[in-house]
């Protein structure tokens, strides 16, 4: 097993992560589930590529049937702590230390502490963020709650498409997820067990009940080689793709002993229809800024039967993420406006049947909790069977009618440009016009304007079609409307490279699979880590100048 050196500033959290004991561990984990993991991503391109060839769509897999027929399976009871999960803090990057307190300090249920979309993984953020979480479970923050008092923390490692670049294991790059589980369960699982108070784990972008298998697999192994409790960890699945709302009944059933419940987020679901089908016509997705919300009927559909399918097995349903941010002052118009529009959305949720939510800003927390113990009753909705809900696979596939909007575009490609010039800047999120961005609405950006080059899709407002020229004159327009003469060399530099990078991802003739995947592979963001030139994001600029 080759390590890289230990980030410049990171020398003692080092050491302390990486024990004899705790590489051994790791190695023995990545080299014993490394095959299984290449496999998994393996099916995920034959999945897609049987798709594409036989123009089929997906419906609920027949060789399971028998799954979803039996009454009478469960999952296992969550534990005490899992029972009320009102409102997490969702887009938690760790390495964020002062936020990552402030959270613990918070009345929150939960703690989404996000190593995958609010986070950018850069060497120093895994590092940094893994000793936070070591530090939170171990007490060792001044004036935080003792972790059995604390907010439960959700852990999420990095998604299967991801690997840690400076970790090697027999001669290969280390998975992103293993690294990151591994480091954690190893130096935290036995002191949460023994507080009642973990592990817990989102799992994010699973696509198929073998991948639940998989990590049904990886728990098990882990609790008897750690000598945890079976059963002890517990993770949510974040249903993000389209595949997987066909197998929602599957994955629950493979992690029967260890699930918390399935998540549901509008975004990167979204997205996953231009990832799989975005190449045909038939699902082309309209402007997602004008006719893209959870009251569509592909949306509202998949929402419902998550409901449905998690209360009927005993397993808790959780929604989205909040990403409107309060304004400052609690006395203006501006902060009732925003106060109002996520209770709107969040009640949605709640009348749906969901027993939880994310939001982002912390002082959402109370005025969420508030609105659930309105509009629900008990620490959670499982007697909400949902038994008016019949789903089919038409509900599912269906693309909502609309066009696309010169706004929809501009507002696409800013996201897409600045979710790529905060990543270079080592961060996995900013702010923009009020609400936080994350690599979710990255996803569904970059995807919808690939997709409306792809279909040349005429613009609703002229007579122009969305083409390669117009979102490259507008991109430039953008970047010169953003850079300044305050802006140091370096930044507009950044700037000008997060356009060309992109231009590129959008312009692609295949339709690249992940954003993340193409940053993080990408020789830019490398360099830039091996060199230690990542430069701080100034997210007051953008605040203001956005």
């Keep these: 097993m080759e390590l890289a050196p230990p980030p410049p500033g990171l020398e003692a959290e080092y050491a302390m992560l990486f024990t004899t004991d705790s590489l051994v ?9 490394d095959e299984e993991v290449d496999q998994i991503l393996q099916l995920r391109v034959s999945r897609k590529a049987q798709l594409d060839l036989s123009g089929d769509l997906p419906t609920f897999l027949e060789s399971t049937t028998h799954i979803r027929r039996e009454p009478a399976w469960r999952v296992l009871p969550v534990p005490p702590r899992l029972q009320k999960r009102h409102v997490d803090i969702g887009d938690m990057a760790p390495c964020d230390t002062q936020r990552f307190i402030k959270a613990l300090q918070s ?8 190593f995958d979309d609010g986070n950018c993984p850069t060497y120093y953020n895994q590092i940094k963020g893994i000793h936070n979480v070591v530090k939170a479970v171990c007490n060792l923050f001044p004036n935080v709650p003792h972790i059995s008092q604390a907010p439960v923390l959700m852990l999420r490692p990095r998604a299967w498409n991801m690997v840690e670049h400076n970790v090697m294991v027999e001669g290969k790059e280390a998975p992103g997820p293993l690294f990151d589980f ?4 190893f130096h935290c699982g036995k002191t949460l067990v ?6 817990f784990f989102y799992l994010s972008k699973v696509e198929s009940f073998m991948e639940a298998r998989l990590w049904n697999k990886i728990f098990v192994w882990t609790q008897q080689k750690l000598g945890l409790p079976l059963g002890s960890i517990k993770a949510t699945v974040l249903i993000e793709n389209v595949l997987a709302a066909f197998e929602m009944e599957e994955i629950l059933y493979e992690l029967r002993d260890h699930s918390a419940g399935l998540n549901c987020g509008i975004w990167d679901y979204s997205a996953s229809f231009v990832n799989k089908f975005g190449h045909r016509p038939a699902f082309l997705l309209p402007d997602r800024s004008k006719y893209v919300n959870m009251k569509k009927r592909f949306l509202h559909s998949y929402m419902d039967l998550l409901v449905q399918t998690c209360h009927r097995r005993g397993a808790l349903a959780t929604g989205g993420m909040a ?6 002052n609690p006395l203006s118009d501006s902060y009732k406006r925003v106060l109002e529009s996520v209770k709107r959305l969040k009640l ?13 800003d912390l002082n959402l927390i109370e005025p969420m909790q508030k609105l659930f113990e309105l509009h629900s009753e008990g620490d959670n909705q499982l007697h909400q069977l949902r038994n008016d ?20 575009l501009k507002y696409n490609i800013t996201v897409g440009v600045l979710f790529i010039n905060a990543w270079l800047s080592g961060k996995g999120h900013f702010f923009y016009r009020g609400q936080v961005e994350d690599s979710a609405t990255a996803e569904i950006s970059r995807s919808q304007v690939w997709q409306w080059i792809r279909h040349q899709t005429p613009l609703e407002n002229d007579s122009r079609v969305v083409s390669k020229q117009l979102v490259t004159d507008l991109t430039k327009e953008f970047i010169m409307e953003l850079s300044t003469p305050c ?14 990078m992109f231009l590129e991802v959008v312009q692609m003739r295949h339709f690249p699979e992940f954003i993340t995947t193409y940053l993080n592979q990408d020789h830019t963001f490398l360099s830039s880590q091996v060199s230690g030139q990542l430069e701080p994001l100034d997210t007051d600029m953008q605040l203001s100048k956005l």
Excluded at 323 to 328: E, K, M, N, Q, S
Excluded at 389 to 408: A, E, F, I, K, W
């Design 25 to 33: 561990f790791l190695h023995e984990l990545i080299s014993t589930f």
């Design 107 to 114: 009345p929150a249920q939960g703690i989404q502490v996000d």
């Design 182 to 185: 591994g480091l954690i369960i």
């Design 194 to 199: 023994e507080h009642a108070s973990g592990p």
């Design 323 to 328: 990403a409107l941010l309060l304004p400052p």
């Design 348 to 360: 949605l949720e709640i009348n749906a049947g969901v027993d939880g939510f994310m939001v982002y």
């Design 389 to 408: 809900v019949v789903v089919t696979p038409d509900d599912l596939l269906s693309m909502p009618s609309g066009g696309v909007t010169l706004y929809g």
């Design 487 to 500: 802006h140091s060399v370096r930044t507009k530099q950044r700037f000008h490279t997060a356009a060309d």
